[in-house]
């Protein structure tokens, strides 16, 4: 990526993103649960930060863990995202930011009992994503 995004203003993503993309990627906003266009994908394809486009989850990676949001049990790399502590809304919880831009994408939870590799749950709000995906291959 080109572009150093760590370094934008408010007012640049402004004029990047809509008010309910910015309210979510860029102050740490969270979409209704079971509203977002990849909850229930299952489309083969890359996820990628809506803010800078950076690739994020594959969709080998998700799972239908029934909580409103898309989840994925591990990230595409793992110097795509970065982990940090959120202690907002009276509890501790691991937010999961863009490694590239900073961008706000969800949280992330262990030990949920979940059948994946990882019992690993990166719910992530889709408007934080875009899907760029597989090309169907000719026949």
Same mark, same amino acid.
């Given at each position: 990526m080109n572009e150093n995004y760590k370094e934008w203003t408010?007012?640049?993503?402004?004029?990047?993103?809509?008010?309910?993309?910015?309210? =979510?990627?860029?102050?740490?906003?969270?979409?209704?649960?079971?509203?977002?266009?990849?909850t229930d994908t299952t489309t +083969? &394809?890359?996820?990628?930060?809506?803010?800078?486009?950076?690739e994020l989850f594959r969709s080998t990676e998700k799972f239908n863990a029934h909580c409103g949001w898309p989840a994925f049990f591990s990230p595409l790399a793992g110097d795509a995202i970065i982990e940090r502590e959120d202690?907002?809304?009276?509890? =501790?919880?691991?937010?999961?930011?863009?490694?590239?831009?900073?961008?706000?994408?969800?949280?992330?939870?262990?030990? +949920? &009992?979940?059948?994946?590799?990882?019992?690993?749950?990166?719910?992530?709000?889709?408007?934080s994503l875009t899907l760029e995906e597989k090309p169907v291959a000719d026949n």
């Open positions: 408010d007012e640049q993503w402004r004029a990047k993103l809509n008010p309910e993309e910015f309210r =979510v990627l860029r102050q740490a906003g969270t979409q209704r649960p079971g509203i977002g266009e990849y +083969e &394809g890359i996820y990628r930060c809506r803010a800078c486009g950076s202690r907002s809304l009276g509890m =501790v919880r691991t937010e999961v930011l863009c490694a590239n831009c900073h961008s706000h994408l969800g949280h992330v939870f262990a030990g +949920e &009992g979940y059948d994946t590799p990882t019992d690993l749950r990166y719910c992530i709000n889709s408007i």
